[in-house]
C-alpha cells in the first residue's frame, strides 16, 4: 500500500520525535521528514517552497515549541491523532486506485489539518493544496511571485471540502515531476526546427511572404492569416518564413524574431478541472508576450473557437486572445481554410477583425513544377532513389486531371511519395522513378487500369468503334457519332473543365441504346453507374440526386449521383429514359454539361470531368416506326427530331455533344443478335458439360417470332427463354446427368421445337 520512500519517510519522521524523547509524532515530524523525500519534494520546490527556511521553521518549532511533550522515559515515540487522520485520510482516498500512496499524496492530505503549524509554514511560503494539485494532476508549477489572493484560498479550502466529503475522490499518483512544465511545453519552436534542418524549402509564393512581413511590422493588429483550400501550403508558407528568419533573408526588425507553433492538443490534454485551460493558455500568451520579438503561429485557428467553453458558456481561447491580438501585445499568425473560415471567423466578426486575411491560392502547374524541383531532393534522399523531370511533370499532369478532390501541390507530391515508397519497398533494384512508376502510382491511387492512363489509351480509343461493333449490331452509325466524340476528348482536343461526352440517345424500345451504354463502359474499363429516370418523375424525387435539403430526412447521406460521382469519377453515367423524368432535372445537368460539376447538398464539389454523360429517350419512337412493313424500314428523322425539339429546350439541346439516333433493325440484325444470345446459352450450357446443336430453321423461327418493330429485340430473349431454355431446365432438373450430353433442336412446326437429348440413351421432348 505504501511505496518504499514513504515507509522511510514515516521511520525518519518516528526517528526525529524519538531522538528528541517526544512522545508524539506530529505532522511538524512529518512534513521534515517529508522535505526529504523525493515526491514531496518535487512537489515543494514546483510550488517555489524555500526549503532550507522551511526545514529552519520546522527544526526551530519542534525543538522550542514541543518540549511539553518530551519524556526521559520515552522509548519511541507514538503517532498523534492528527499524523493519523492524515495517513487515514490518504489510504482512503488512494485505496480504490489500487495505487501505492507516495509522499506527495500525504504532503496534499497535511493541508487539511488546517490547525496545524506545519500547513501554517506551507501557507506562510505562499503554498496551498490547489497548487499541490495543479503540479501533481497536470505538472503545471506555480510561477514565481504569485500570491495568494482569497479567491484562491477559497478554492483551496472548497477544493478540501469536497475531497473530504467525496471518499470516491482519488488523489493524483502519477505527477510529471520529471517532465515540468515550462514556457516551451505547449509550443514549437520553428526556428529551432530549421536549425536542426527539420523544415524543408519554400519554393515560391513570394507575394505572400512579402505580404505576411508587411502585416507583421504593423503597429496594431499585426496578425496575419493565411486562407485557402487544404492543400495549397499555408504551414509550408509560415516554415519557409521561419527558415528564412534563420537565414537572415527578411527585413532587420525581423531577423531576432522566434516562431512559436502553438500545440493545441497539448494545451487541451490533461485539462480535467474548469479554469485548467484558460490558466495554460495565459501563461502561453504570458511567456509569448515577454518578447517582442516572439510571434504566435496557430495552425487550424479555427479550432481555438470554442476550445476550452464550458456549456452555455460564452468564454473560449478565442475570446481570451481578443485583448492581446487588438492591442498588439503578440504578433499571431493562423492559417485555415475558406469552409472553416466562413464557419467561425465569418460568425465572430470581432475576432476575425483582428487578423488580416491573406489568400493562398492553388499554384499553377508550371509553379508546382518549380516547388516539386525545389523539395525533390528531401525525398531522394528519405527514400534513396533519384526523380526524372518528366516523372514530376506527368505526376503533376496526372494527379491534376484525375485527383480532383485535391489541391495542388499536396496531390502531386503525395504521388511522387507513394511512388517512392512502392519503389523503395518492391522494386528495389532500379533507382530511378520515372513515367511507368508515376503511372502505376496513379492507376493504384484512383483505381482505374492502367491502359486508360498510358500510351495504350490511344490504341484504346482508336479501336473502340470497331470493338463496340462486334458487340451491338446494326447500330454502326450510332457507335461511329458516339466514338469520334470520344475520340476528340482522348486525344486531348475537348473542353478541360467539360465532361468527356454528353450523348443523347434516341430510337425504338429494344434497339440497344441502353446495351451500348453498357458495352462502352466495359470497353473503356470505366464504372458503370445507371439511373432509371422513372424514379424521378415527382418534383421532390429530383433532391435524392444532389442530397436531401437541411432539416429533411437523409441530409447527412448525400445523393446519389453525386456520391456515386464522386466515389467513381471514371463512369459511364447513363440517365435512362430521360423523359420520364421532372423537368427539374435538367436544371441540375445543365451545369454538369457545362462546367463539369455539381454541388451537392453539403456544399461539397463534385466534378465529373471524367465522366461520360448518356441519356436515353424513347421520343420520336412511334415516327421512327412509320413507313412500309418488314424489315428495313427508312425513318423518318425529321418528325423524330422535331418531337426531340419540341420536348427538350434548347439551352439543354444546345449542351449536347450529339444527339444519336439508333434504327429499326432489320432481318440480319436480328439474326446476329439471335445468334448472340445463343453462344451465351452456349457458355453456360458448357460449364454443365452440356453442348447444343441448333439448326438454321430454328434461327429462322426465333427471327421471325421474337422481333417486333414496337418492342424491338426484348422479345428475343424471352422467346428464348420459354422456346430453349425452360425445356433444358426441366430436362436437367429431372435427371442426374454424370456424363456428357448433346441437345440437337430442330423445327418441328411452325410453332414447335424438337428435342433430342443424347447421352448413351436418346430422349425426344416435342414442345
Do not use: W
Not at 423518318?636 to 449542351?655: A, G, S, T, V, Y
Amino acid at each position: 500500500m505504501l511505496s518504499d520512500n514513504l515507509e522511510k519517510t514515516i521511520k525518519r519522521a518516528v526517528c526525529y520525535a524519538t531522538d528528541r524523547q517526544q512522545q508524539y509524532v506530529t505532522l511538524e515530524h512529518l512534513l521534515l521528514a517529508l522535505i526529504e523525500d523525493k515526491e514531496a519534494l518535487d512537489v515543494l520546490k514546483a510550488c517555489n517552497v524555500d526549503i532550507k527556511n522551511l526545514r529552519i521553521s520546522l527544526i526551530k518549532y519542534i525543538d522550542e515549541e514541543l518540549k511539553s511533550i518530551t519524556s526521559a522515559t520515552v522509548q519511541e515515540a507514538e503517532p498523534s491523532a492528527s499524523f493519523q487522520r492524515v495517513l487515514q485520510r490518504t489510504t482512503g482516498h488512494i485505496y480504490s486506485s489500487n495505487k501505492k500512496i507516495n509522499g506527495a499524496n500525504v504532503l496534499v492530505s497535511i493541508f487539511s489539518e488546517r490547525e496545524s503549524h506545519a500547513v501554517y509554514f506551507l501557507q506562510k511560503q505562499d503554498m496551498s493544496r490547489l497548487d499541490a494539485l495543479n503540479f501533481i494532476s497536470h505538472g503545471i508549477q506555480k510561477e514565481d511571485g504569485n500570491k495568494m489572493t482569497k479567491d484562491d484560498e477559497f478554492d483551496d479550502l472548497e477544493s478540501q471540502r469536497q475531497d473530504e466529503t467525496n471518499s470516491d475522490f482519488v488523489y493524483p499518483n502519477t505527477y510529471q515531476s520529471k517532465e515540468k512544465t515550462n514556457k516551451n511545453e505547449f509550443i514549437i519552436n520553428l526556428i529551432d526546427k530549421a536549425k536542426d534542418k527539420k523544415i524543408d524549402k519554400l519554393i515560391g509564393r513570394n507575394e505572400e511572404i512579402e505580404r505576411t512581413i508587411q502585416i507583421l511590422s504593423r503597429r496594431l493588429k499585426n496578425n496575419p492569416l493565411y486562407v485557402g483550400d487544404p492543400g495549397v501550403g499555408k504551414t509550408a508558407i509560415v516554415e519557409g518564413l521561419a527558415l528564412k528568419i534563420f537565414n537572415n533573408e527578411v527585413p532587420k526588425f525581423l531577423r531576432q524574431s522566434v516562431i512559436h507553433q502553438l500545440d493545441l492538443g497539448a494545451l487541451i490534454a490533461g485539462t480535467k478541472y474548469r479554469g485548467d485551460f484558460e490558466d495554460r493558455l495565459k501563461k502561453v500568451i504570458k511567456n509569448i508576450s515577454s518578447s517582442k520579438n516572439n510571434i504566435l503561429f496557430i495552425d487550424e485557428i479555427h479550432t481555438i473557437v470554442g476550445a476550452g467553453a464550458t456549456t452555455g458558456g460564452s468564454m473560449d481561447a478565442s475570446n481570451i486572445l481578443k485583448p492581446v491580438l487588438s492591442n498588439g501585445q503578440i504578433k499571431c499568425i493562423g492559417s485555415t481554410t475558406y469552409k472553416e473560415f466562413r464557419n467561425y471567423f465569418d460568425k465572430d466578426k470581432a475576432f476575425s477583425r483582428r487578423f488580416q486575411k491573406i489568400d493562398v491560392a492553388e499554384p499553377s502547374t508550371s509553379e508546382c513544377f518549380e516547388i516539386l524541383k525545389g523539395i525533390k531532393k528531401y525525398y531522394e534522399n528519405f527514400h534513396k532513389l533519384k526523380y526524372t523531370d518528366d516523372a514530376l511533370k506527368l505526376a503533376i499532369d496526372l494527379s491534376n486531371r484525375y485527383i480532383t478532390q485535391k489541391k495542388l501541390p499536396d496531390k502531386a507530391i503525395d504521388v511522387i511519395d507513394e511512388a517512392g515508397a512502392y519503389k523503395k519497398t518492391f522494386d528495389n533494384k532500379n533507382k530511378i522513378i520515372n513515367d511507368s512508376d508515376i503511372i502505376n502510382t496513379i492507376s493504384r491511387i484512383i483505381k482505374i487500369p492502367l491502359k486508360s492512363i498510358n500510351n495504350q489509351s490511344n490504341l484504346v480509343a482508336k479501336n473502340l468503334g470497331n470493338k463496340i461493333k462486334k458487340l451491338i449490331y446494326g447500330q454502326d452509325k450510332a457507335i461511329d457519332d458516339l466514338t469520334r466524340a470520344i475520340k476528340v476528348s482522348q486525344a486531348g482536343l475537348s473542353e478541360p473543365d467539360k465532361p468527356i461526352g454528353c450523348f443523347l440517345f434516341t430510337g425504338p424500345t429494344g434497339v440497344g441504346k441502353t446495351e451500348l451504354a453498357k458495352q462502352l463502359s466495359n470497353s473503356l474499363e470505366s464504372k458503370f453507374i445507371r439511373l432509371d429516370m422513372s424514379e424521378y418523375s415527382e418534383k421532390h424525387s429530383i433532391a435524392r440526386l444532389i442530397g436531401s435539403p437541411p432539416g429533411y430526412v437523409g441530409f447527412d447521406q448525400g445523393g446519389l449521383l453525386t456520391e456515386a460521382v464522386d466515389q467513381s469519377p471514371h463512369s459511364v453515367v447513363l440517365f435512362d429514359e430521360i423523359e420520364k423524368a421532372h423537368h427539374d432535372l435538367f436544371n441540375i445537368l445543365l451545369q454538369v454539361m457545362d462546367y463539369g460539376k455539381l454541388t451537392d447538398n453539403n456544399g461539397k464539389s463534385v466534378n465529373f470531368k471524367n465522366t461520360i454523360l448518356i441519356l436515353t429517350t424513347n421520343i420520336g419512337a412511334e415516327n421512327l416506326t412509320k413507313g412500309k412493313l418488314g424489315f428495313g424500314t427508312n425513318i423518318n428523322k425529321q418528325d423524330n427530331e422535331e418531337e426531340i425539339k419540341f420536348f427538350f429546350k434548347p439551352e439543354f439541346r444546345n449542351r449536347l455533344d450529339s444527339i444519336i439516333t439508333f434504327n429499326s433493325l432489320n432481318f440480319q440484325t436480328v439474326e446476329k443478335i439471335v445468334n448472340k444470345f445463343i453462344k451465351q446459352l452456349e457458355v453456360r450450357l458448357k460449364q454443365k458439360n452440356i453442348s447444343i446443336k441448333i439448326s438454321k430453321d430454328v434461327i429462322n423461327f426465333l427471327v421471325k417470332n421474337g422481333y417486333s418493330e414496337v418492342y424491338g429485340a426484348r422479345p428475343l430473349s424471352r422467346l428464348i427463354q420459354l422456346k430453349i431454355k425452360e425445356p433444358i431446365a426441366d430436362f436437367l432438373l429431372s435427371n442426374n446427368l454424370k456424363s456428357k450430353i448433346l441437345i440437337k433442336i430442330n423445327l418441328k412446326n411452325k410453332s414447335s421445337l424438337k428435342f433430342n437429348f443424347i447421352s448413351g440413351k436418346v430422349r425426344e421432348e416435342i414442345i
